[in-house]
């Protein structure tokens, strides 16, 4: 019976199939349990506005957004939808909602399940690989790397458990290079099997609307627990006119262009535009935990300190992200154009930054309403560039 319900990993490629890869049901409602890991660790942040917070925030973030990355690029290669597949992706929602539940205890009790969770998870995926890579000849290269890169990382992990706080989170720290560092060394092996340039931007697209849906919760959490009022719902409105400024900058010009240099062995390119989306996912959440505390802040008495620099900072991040990720997105036109939309980024990241430093007398209000102006006016500034080189190309 077990043997009739098993069945192998098959390898997967672009082209082998009448009609484009799309994300499955499967995959989205796996994406639900990072809806419930990202919630979590927005409400932490938004409890623990320090230098400690953020830093717990980095880390947490870092470990399971790598963990949907790595489940995702093996869906894409080797999943089949069989029900080993779909026993594996339970297995895997289970543990990464153990991992959030660690989340609330910060850098403290909750970093030795927090680090427990993580190697039950990577060492999973470990085995996936190393399943794949029996059963699939033609990938065993780079499963065997992938196993080898991202089994140390693991070790390290494990090793964590049994040392004292705070020498743990280094070793937390340089898994997490050993885990990100692995597939730049991998070259020709996903250049035999690199991902889908179709499934793969559209899982990374509906990740990023899951990080830019926490701005809306935000908004919404901040609304019901207030009396409504004229300032409030304008400080509302304006803070989602800036979750739809980013949405507008990201999907207006995001693809997987940059995805095609792993074809070609040149890890560095696909795998830059891939991390940066790291901060990007990042940003945008503090930005929604940002939004909260204006909202929740009387719109004319100015914001802590670290609220607005919050708020600042992370649409800075944002937009700093963005400007790496226009830059190598090659369909977008010329590198002339990329640059002039990276340098509107870069600039606009520059002034939240000064306006963060300089702007202690800004009320909560005045401070959201200068954000939402700044985010709209590179929504315009594009429109404005593209036009002509649209004019261009059809000529």
């Not at 830019?212 to 901040?222: K, M, P, Q, T």
């Amino acid at each position: 019976m077990i043997m009739a319900l098993w069945q192998p990993p098959s390898l997967r490629r672009d082209g082998e199939s009448p009609s484009e890869r799309r994300a499955t049901w499967l995959e989205l409602f796996y994406d639900l349990v990072f809806v419930a890991a990202i919630g979590q660790l927005a409400h932490y942040l938004s409890s623990h506005l320090s230098g400690v917070g953020l830093a717990s925030f980095g880390l947490f973030f870092i470990a399971i957004w790598w963990c949907w990355v790595g489940a995702t690029f093996y869906a894409t290669r080797f999943d089949n939808d069989a029900i080993p597949d779909r026993l594996v992706t339970f297995i895997q929602m289970g543990i990464v909602a153990a991992m959030a539940v660690n989340t609330h205890h910060g850098l403290a009790i909750g970093s030795t399940g927090f680090a427990i969770c993580y190697v039950l998870f990577r060492g999973l995926l470990v085995v996936q690989y190393l399943v794949a890579g029996h059963y699939i000849s033609v990938a065993r290269g780079l499963t065997t790397h992938y196993a080898l890169g991202f089994g140390s990382s693991v070790a390290l992990w494990l090793l964590s458990v049994f040392v004292p706080i705070p020498w743990r989170y280094g070793l937390w720290a340089l898994g997490l290079l050993v885990d990100l560092g692995t597939p730049l060394t991998a070259g020709r092996l996903v250049a035999l099997i690199p991902p889908s340039l179709t499934h793969i931007p559209e899982r990374i697209g509906l990740f990023t609307i899951i990080v830019l849906g926490e701005a809306i919760i935000a908004v919404v959490n901040g609304l019901s627990e207030l009396e409504w009022g004229l300032t409030t719902m304008l400080t509302a409105f304006l803070g989602l006119s800036i979750a739809f400024s980013l949405w507008w900058l990201y999907f207006d010009s995001a693809d997987g262009s940059p995805l095609r240099s792993m074809q070609r062995g040149k890890m560095h390119i696909g795998l830059a535009w891939l991390y940066a989306h790291l901060p990007l996912a990042a940003g945008l959440i503090a930005a929604g935990v940002g939004m909260g505390h204006m909202i929740e802040t009387t719109p004319g008495i100015p914001p802590e300190s670290a609220e607005r620099w919050l708020m600042c900072g992370a649409i800075a991040l944002s937009l700093t992200a963005l400007a790496g990720i226009h830059w190598m997105t090659c369909t977008l036109g010329t590198p002339r154009f990329r640059k002039v939309l990276s340098t509107y980024r870069l600039a606009a990241a520059g002034g939240l930054l000064l306006i963060a430093a300089w702007g202690d007398q800004l009320s909560s209000l005045s401070l959201v309403a200068i954000l939402s102006a700044i985010c709209a006016f590179q929504v315009v500034l594009d429109l404005w560039r593209r036009t002509p080189q649209i004019r261009t190309e059809k000529v």
